[in-house]
């Protein structure tokens, strides 16, 4: 997992955000999603700087029209996001939820020198 899916699975997994469960890498037809909500049908994808190249964006256009045509929304953030806006992100997937705002969170430990 790079730095911003662990930091952004900290603040998703055990129900910590408004009781929700996800699933990290939950395979779904030919992908693996990063993190899916069943409950919801919402899914969530982190994109590194790769997913900014053409092909990585095609790919990544035929992939979220396979989701949604499977009744799945998806919901995409960069890393760069996750690390330096993790509140915003959080509100954004619980209004899609349909979740009452999430309280800001604590920012989680550097890499490295702590739990994440």
């Known amino acids: 997992m790079t730095d911003a899916e662990k930091a952004l699975w900290y603040q ?3 129900r910590r955000l408004a009781g929700f469960k996800f699933r990290r890498q939950h395979p779904c037809g030919p992908y693996i999603l990063d993190f899916f909500c069943e409950e919801r049908f919402v899914a969530v994808e982190l ?3 790769q997913h900014f190249e053409d092909v990585a964006q095609r790919y990544d256009e035929r992939r979220t029209a396979f989701l949604r045509a ?5 919901l995409r953030f960069n890393n760069d996001q996750v690390m330096s806006e993790r ?5 954004t ?6 979740a009452p705002h999430p309280a800001p969170t604590a920012p989680a430990s550097p890499v490295g020198r702590g739990k994440i």
């Open 93 to 98: 997937i619980a209004r899609l939820l349909g």
């Open 12 to 14: 998703l997994r055990d």
């Open 87 to 91: 509140n915003a992100v959080l509100e």
């Open 70 to 74: 499977n009744g799945i929304a998806v």
């Open 47 to 49: 994109d590194g700087g």
